[in-house]
């Protein structure tokens, strides 16, 4: 099995910044896609930036030139860099990945976090 775990998340004043890590570890050949979605109470999950092995980048458009999505395929892992964070970015940011376990799989499985709480005080 496949098991995504986050960190980073925490109590920011607006203006400010933090970074969420998420570390994919488990039966893993190959990681298609991996990024963050957020879910305010009461939403659904919504996008927040994707990464492609290839390095294709997708952003939401509500966090373009402040957020910066990046992954270090090495090691599993993707990160996200908040900058002037909004009171309205406050959410359950969860990691997602789109994983491949063995080399001979020819369809890639979603995966999910199990979320970290970012809180943005006005």
């Known amino acids: 099995q496949v098991q995504l775990v986050e960190s980073g998340g925490g109590l920011v004043q607006a203006g400010g910044s933090l970074k969420l890590s998420c570390a994919a570890s488990?039966?893993?050949?190959?990681?298609?896609?991996m990024g963050w979605y957020r879910e305010t109470g009461g939403y659904q999950r919504e996008l927040v930036a994707t990464?492609?092995?290839?390095?294709?980048?997708n952003y939401a458009d509500s966090v373009k030139d402040r957020f910066t999505v990046s992954r270090d395929n090495a090691k599993n892992t993707v990160y996200l860099q908040m900058n002037g964070l909004k009171a309205e970015d406050t959410a359950v940011y969860y990691c997602?990945?789109?994983?491949?376990?063995?080399?001979?799989?020819?369809?890639?499985?979603?995966?999910w976090g199990q979320g970290t709480q970012v809180t943005v005080s006005s």
């Open positions: 488990g039966t893993i050949f190959s990681i298609n896609v």
């Open positions: 990464l492609t092995s290839g390095g294709r980048i």
């Open positions: 997602y990945g789109e994983v491949r376990m063995r080399s001979r799989d020819t369809a890639a499985y979603a995966y």
